[in-house]
């Protein structure tokens, strides 16, 4: 709900601050009073377009200021202020500000926000409606939305949100299944090819580098073995190692006999010392006969690299890769042989997530099509008291083209009407009259008012081209949906303003020619006077009086 606006230097508005309550507010004046630069200025925290010819003459800034009950958990401002990461604690307090050069600055409960998030905001928090500006009413695709949020099953219509997505899900597993198949059959040939190819290469993750330590020691052959010599010849010949470490145990056996076995450390190191010769004598040995000088085997080395490499550069991979990737192939060769049965499971699950999205959505529409029926009733209702009786409202729910579905179900939803007897009925906006249109969104939102996220309803001369008891009609479903949600609404009907709760008057006074535009809140006297003027013009007579406050008791 719309608690308070201040407005500063708006065009001819210097300074303004004005409280709203509850209920059915009023605003009235003569014609270019500037009741348009209020709606104007409201609009403006709303996120509409900010020009720098609302800067009230001889002053550099403008700015305005309103603030907002805070909605019920809930209300789709919570998700949109966790969104934004905006703190909406006790009231929405929203400014916005514009100097001459065209800079301007936007907050929303003292957080910096742009103009895109503002307008978000707005919609969210005021809902303006003009006499041929009707907003979702006039647009044939928010009726579905609308007539969803008056049938009250959200529940259904998240279960067919759901279906439908897990069916999308099928339809897109179903098409990559088919690509990669289709793409298989058309590579198949030389999948058999290359499979043929690394079967026989027969590729070792690590062969790589096990190949080129052979190769390097193959090339330095004769080095190695000269080494190996010298190492076998220096533990066998000259000095006699072995020999001379096995005198040296004789000794220490001898030794040790006489203190004891205090010596037993040393002869098993010496122990040790033999069997390690031996085993390195071993070992050098077995090297030596490992090494190849064979030209033959270092060319076959050289060969098996060549062709590692190869292959693996004609797959675009590190050798080490290439089993991964004859593995791969395999697979997919594996996947063409059996990809029609593969294929057909991802048919049968899409067909089934399909089956189960339409007895979904098939719910959904038959509850469209009751809540479509209560609500043209309901409209139909309303229609005689505003003098449109041979008026008729339809909601037709129709069934789209499969192409068509979405996760909103099946139907396309519109509102349409006939004005007279036996005429077609037509969208809203193409048929009805401006006069006709307004009464016709009143009779709506009457109905439709519990199904709203807005908390306050504006309405801008939406009463124009009626009168008389169609207009007392109006003005009492304006009282009415003043009930459920805040209504504000610039008037020059006398009826719909004595249906208020609270009226202000917008006036313009010169002072040294300077014009500003002034607005106050009527008491209960100054409200018989101003509907008294409403009635007779200019010359407010006794019997405008007497037919004012007959209307206010009324």
């Known amino acids: 709900m719309l608690n308070s606006l201040s407005i500063r230097n708006v065009v001819l508005i210097d300074r303004l601050d004005l409280e709203f309550s509850a209920g059915l507010s009023i605003l009235t004046g003569e014609t270019g009073a500037g009741k348009s630069i209020l709606l104007d200025s409201l609009g403006l925290v709303l996120g509409g377009r900010a020009e720098t010819a609302l800067i009230r003459s001889g002053e550099d800034k403008l700015s305005v200021t309103a603030s907002f009950s805070l909605p019920p958990s809930g209300h789709p401002l919570h998700a949109l202020a966790e969104q934004y990461d905006l703190d909406l604690e006790g009231e929405i307090v929203v400014k916005r500000t514009l100097d001459r050069n065209g800079k301007g600055k936007i907050f929303v409960n003292d957080q910096p926000v742009s103009v895109k998030i ?80 690394l079967e026989k290469l027969k590729p070792v993750a690590g062969e790589e580098a096990e190949l080129a330590a052979r190769r390097t020691e193959m090339m330095n052959a004769e080095k190695i073995l000269e080494n190996l010599n010298m190492a076998y010849a220096g533990l066998s010949q000259g000095a006699d190692v072995l020999s001379a470490v096995r005198r040296a145990q004789a000794a220490i056996e001898r030794a040790n006999r006489l203190v004891d076995g205090r010596y037993d450390a040393i002869a098993d190191t010496l122990e040790q010392t033999l069997i390690n010769a031996d085993e390195s004598i071993r070992q050098i040995e077995d090297a030596s006969s490992s090494i190849s000088l064979s030209q033959n085997e270092i060319d076959d080395i050289e060969q098996r690299l060549f062709a590692l490499r190869a292959a693996a550069r004609k797959h675009q ?68 008291p505003l003098k449109m009786e041979k008026a008729r409202f339809v909601t037709q729910v129709e069934r789209l083209a499969e192409n068509a579905w979405n996760e909103n179900g099946i139907d396309a939803v519109t509102f349409t009407v ?28 009457v109905n439709l008012a519990d199904a709203g996220a807005n908390l306050t309803m504006i ?51 010169t002072a040294d020619n300077v014009t500003t535009t002034y607005v106050y809140e009527l008491d209960r006297a100054a409200r018989f006077e101003e509907i008294a003027r409403m009635l007779a013009g200019e010359h407010v007579t006794d019997e405008a009086r007497a037919a004012a406050r007959v209307l206010l008791t009324a």
């Open 418 to 445: 006939s004005t007279n007897p036996n005429s077609p009925q037509g969208p809203l906006n193409k048929i009805a009259s401006g006069g006709e249109l307004a009464r016709f969104m009143l009779a709506l939102k």
């Open 459 to 509: 309405f801008d001369e939406v009463d124009s081209g009626v009168g008389g008891a169609t207009a007392q009609a109006v003005g009492e479903r304006l009282a009415r949906l003043a009930s459920t949600v805040q209504v504000l609404i610039v008037t020059h009907s006398p009826q719909v303003a004595a249906c208020g709760n609270h009226h202000f008057k917008v006036e313009k006074k």
């Open 317 to 384: 991979v590190t050798i080490d890769e290439l089993p991964a990737v004859l593995e791969r192939m395999r697979q997919q060769l594996d996947r063409i042989e059996l990809g029609e049965d593969g294929l057909n499971d991802c048919l049968k699950k899409e067909q089934q997530r399909r089956l189960e999205y339409i007895a979904a959505a098939e719910s959904l529409s038959e509850k469209r099509r009751q809540a479509a029926a209560a609500l043209d009733w309901k409209v139909m209702e309303e229609l005689p």
């Open 118 to 197: 503002l307008k978000e905001f707005g919609r969210h928090l005021v809902e303006v409606h003009g006499q041929f500006d009707n907003q979702g009413l006039l647009n044939p695709a928010s009726h579905r939305d609308i007539l969803d949020g008056y049938g009250k099953y959200g529940v259904l219509k998240d279960a067919v949100r759901e279906k439908y997505l897990l069916y999308r899900r099928a339809v897109e597993e179903r098409r990559a299944f088919e690509a990669n198949l289709n793409q298989a059959k058309t590579d198949e040939d030389n999948l058999r090819c290359w499979v043929d190819e």
